[in-house]
């Protein structure tokens, strides 16, 4: 893959996700699209192809991107209004892993995050994913988990109250037991290092503090 020249978001991203989340509503929003198109979907566009190419150097795979929708689906929110007022990023692996993990970014006016591992396993790779935390391998992403989280990684709580049957309940992975998704996030302050020259250099060491996360995950399901 050929690398896209990017280094940083504008100033303006930021600003106009400011906006949007004060002015949520349609009319300002198609008052103005050309700022969104210029300051967001365009530089968006330009980050996903520099940091696929990245990404396929740091893993030895190609990378796809899929830039959430800004539109939300209301269909059963209590919450009416029509757009996300933050960026969402994923970048996946191209190959046959039917759940494969994932690296993810997310720009809001008050957050910038970076992240990676899987949202929800697919049934076939829950089992396989709770097969291997049973044995020794489950050992190793202990102590995996237990590094990121000394090196400033956020890791959110297992799903599931009680461990799945089939496997004792003072099992001494039974945290890992419980989750049905595994993901770890390192948060980088302020949101507008994303402006920065250097951006797409703090992109890449944390998603490169993240990989043993992603190898594990890779060899496991």
Avoid at 88 to 108: R, V
Avoid at 177 to 189: H, M, V, Y
Avoid at 208 to 219: E, Q
Wanted: hydrophobic share 40%; with cysteine.
């Amino acid at each position: 893959m050929t690398e896209t020249t990017f280094s940083a978001f504008p100033a303006e991203t930021l600003d106009f996700l400011s906006d949007l989340k004060a002015n949520n509503n349609r009319q300002w929003f198609t008052d103005n699209k050309e700022i969104y198109e210029r300051a967001v979907k365009q530089p968006a566009d330009r980050f996903c192809a520099a940091i696929a190419a990245r990404l396929e150097t740091l893993t030895g795979q190609a990378h796809t991107s899929r830039v959430y929708r800004l539109h939300r689906d209301l269909r059963f929110a209590k919450d009416k209004t029509p757009y996300n007022a933050h960026l969402h990023i994923a970048f996946m692996p191209q190959g046959d892993l039917s759940t494969p993990p994932s690296w993810f970014f997310g720009l809001e006016p008050d957050h910038l995050t970076l992240g990676a591992g899987v949202f929800a396993f697919e049934k076939p790779a829950l089992e396989r994913f709770r097969a291997q935390v049973a044995g020794s391998a489950g050992d190793t992403l202990s102590q995996t988990l237990a590094d990121l989280k000394a090196d400033g990684a956020r890791i959110g709580e297992p799903e599931l109250a009680r461990v799945p049957a089939g496997y004792p309940k003072d099992h001494p992975n039974a945290d890992l037991l419980r989750r049905k998704g595994l993901s770890a996030w390192i948060d980088i302050a302020p949101p507008d290092t994303a402006t920065r020259g250097d951006f797409m250099e703090e992109c890449l060491g944390v998603f490169t503090r993240l990989k043993p996360l992603v190898d594990w995950l890779s060899f496991a399901c």
